[in-house]
């Protein structure tokens, strides 16, 4: 921690001083410092399924509270902003209290080159798009980081960035559950991102990323791996469409070649204070019956899952989670506005491999996996406050038996949790000098 913090007092008055370099006006000085802390505490009842082969306890209850100090100071053409969280759990494998980690979430600097480019520098959340590959995973307590440099341009219909990034050891310093930084394997990655407004209903983006990965067995050897693709909109008062893309290619761990696809087509119409979303999710697997000399496995990235896959998590490590077969999900999203302050979201979702899994006796089975059901009550009473009361259930089929996710195929798994955000501290010192 002393290493950690001297680094902040570093960057801290280095940043106070570069922000003399980028004055937008030497008659007048702008100071702003602005303070938020969050409190956000989510207990979760976990029943008869485990995410990981580590997940051995069931049922189980646990609290996992985050804790999130932001501090930004503002001055012209300039921005310093970092976050520090500390994780905690109650609960967890019958302990009374444990610290899963104590970090930056984000920690950076960002002076203004022009009105419309900016550069920031540091470690920072990256979301792009609709965050399927790139997302700073805010229903995480721990959140999704990275390291680098971020050039961003933004005008009136166009906005794009050139990203870079990378990783050092942080695995041997922080639990990869609880960091923000710890999970990446990557040693480098650069994307470029774009978002074009062609009109007023048509709306393209674009993301190119590559990650470098340094190989286990051959030291300073490196490969790659392309994600290329992106997303076209259409806006139509309350009805919205779109077809989101990707191609992955390049190579794996195994040094085999890598030729993979992503498609996620959907609609959503809004009718009086209900909207109903109707999509799809295809991810490319391996026919495991045959031999493949080219893997066929879509990775989709640093993005999330639950929004898209469902909130109990079970389709989240690719392609390990689906046993290389390749997912496919439809799905449908109910959001009922109750009053301005009470909404519920009912999720549906049906999941099938692309392939069919192989038994003990090498047979191909039925590629459906099941149905999973979630159920949303968001309580939002004002900035300060919010919760939300989730309950999760799946109906596995046999197939999903194959996975070794739940524990007993005669029970229904269950998740439920409560989260609650309290922002008792949000406060803002403004400061105008002028010479």
């Known amino acids: ?13 280095f940043s106070i001083e570069c922000s003399n370099l980028f004055s937008q006006d030497p008659q007048t000085t702008k100071n702003e410092l602005r303070l938020d802390l969050e409190i956000r505490p989510r207990i979760e009842f976990k029943n008869n399924f485990g995410l990981t082969p580590a997940d051995s306890i069931n049922p189980e209850l646990i609290n996992i509270q985050r804790n999130r100090l932001g501090i930004t100071y503002l001055r012209n053409k300039f921005k310093f902003h970092t976050s520090w969280q500390e994780i ?8 009374t209290s444990a610290i899963g980690s104590i970090n930056a979430f984000e920690l950076y600097i960002e002076p203004s080159l022009s009105k419309k480019i900016a550069l920031r520098i540091g470690r920072q959340g990256i979301t792009l798009d609709n965050g399927r590959m790139f997302s700073d995973a805010p229903w995480g307590q721990q959140s999704r980081a990275h390291e680098g440099l971020r050039l961003m341009y933004k005008s009136k219909n166009l906005n794009t960035d050139l990203i870079t990034t990378f990783t050092r050891k942080y695995g041997m310093n922080f639990d990869a559950a609880y960091s923000p930084v710890a999970s990446h394997r990557y040693k480098l990655l ?26 286990t067995d051959q030291p300073r050897n490196y490969y790659n791996r392309y994600t ?20 992955q290619y390049g190579k794996n761990t195994a040094q085999k070649k890598i030729h993979a696809y992503y498609i ?31 893997d066929h496995n879509f990775v989709p990235l640093y993005g999330v899952a639950w929004k898209f896959m469902g909130n109990m998590n079970f389709f989240t490590r690719f392609p390990a ?30 999941f099938y491999s692309q392939f069919g899994l192989l ?11 099941g149905f999973e059901n979630d159920f949303v009550l968001n309580y939002k009473h004002s900035e300060k406050l919010d919760m939300h009361l989730g309950i999760s259930y799946y109906v596995p089929t046999e197939s999903m038996n194959l996975l070794k996710k739940i ?18 501290i949000s406060l803002v010192f403004k400061n105008r000098n002028k010479a």
Not at 206 to 211: C, G, K, L, P, W
Not at 228 to 247: H, L, Q, V, W
């Open 359 to 369: 038994d003990k006796q090498k047979n191909t089975v039925n590629r459906y996996l």
């Open 228 to 247: 290329s693709g992106g997303r076209i909109e259409y806006f139509n008062k309350k009805f919205y469409a779109t077809i989101n893309t990707f191609y």
């Open 407 to 424: 524990e007993s195929p005669n029970q229904i798994p269950v998740w439920v949790y409560l989260m609650i955000s309290y922002k008792p």
């Open 1 to 13: 921690m002393n290493k950690i913090n001297l680094k902040f007092v570093i960057l801290f008055f």
């Open 190 to 215: 650069f994307i470029h991102y774009l978002k074009f407004k062609l009109n007023e209903n048509y709306t393209l983006t674009t993301i190119n990323a590559t990650d470098i990965f340094e190989r």
């Open 88 to 95: 905690h759990l109650f609960g967890k494998q019958k302990k």
């Open 321 to 350: 989670d689906v046993g290389n077969s390749g997912l496919i999900n439809p799905y449908l999203f109910l959001i009922y506005k109750i009053s301005n302050k009470v909404s519920l979201r009912a999720d549906e979702h049906l």
């Open 264 to 294: 996620q087509p959907e609609i959503s119409q809004s009718i009086a204070q209900l909207k109903i979303r109707l999509g799809a999710e295809i991810q490319s697997g391996d026919n495991t019956a045959i031999q493949n000399t080219i």
